[in-house]
């Protein structure tokens, strides 16, 4: 049984900082590839940003810059540190092993102005 549990959300104002977190169960966390999604209100889910097993990542061009993912492969984590946030960040973010259907709970980030 996969799980995926996200962590680290929360309220912050403009220009601040988080960090979210999440363990994933169930899989052979250092072969897969592992993403964060997000989805604002009123919009579709979209993907931020993505580590594959090499450490090569990839980011959206709205976050390029300001936020970074990262892997503890020996504590089954992912990590995305999401610095200069602004309003528009403002979503659930989600943790999805990449290129299969297994998704965390979600987390909401609020940025405020």
């Known amino acids: 049984q996969v799980q995926l549990v996200e962590s680290g959300g929360g309220l912050v104002q403009a220009g601040g900082s988080l960090r979210l977190s999440c363990a994933a169960s169930?899989?052979?966390?250092?072969?897969?590839?592992m993403g964060w999604y997000r989805q604002a209100p009123g919009k579709q889910r979209e993907l931020v940003t993505t580590?594959?097993?090499?450490?090569?990542?990839n980011y959206q061009d709205s976050v390029k810059g300001r936020f970074t993912i990262s892997r503890d492969n020996a504590k089954n984590t992912v990590y995305l540190q999401m610095n200069s946030l602004k309003p528009e960040d403002t979503a659930v973010y989600y943790c999805?092993?990449?290129?299969?259907?297994?998704w965390g709970q979600g987390t909401q980030v609020t940025v405020s102005s």
């Open positions: 169930g899989i052979i966390f250092s072969e897969n590839a």
């Open positions: 580590i594959f097993p090499s450490g090569l990542t």
């Open positions: 999805n092993v990449r290129f299969r259907d297994y």
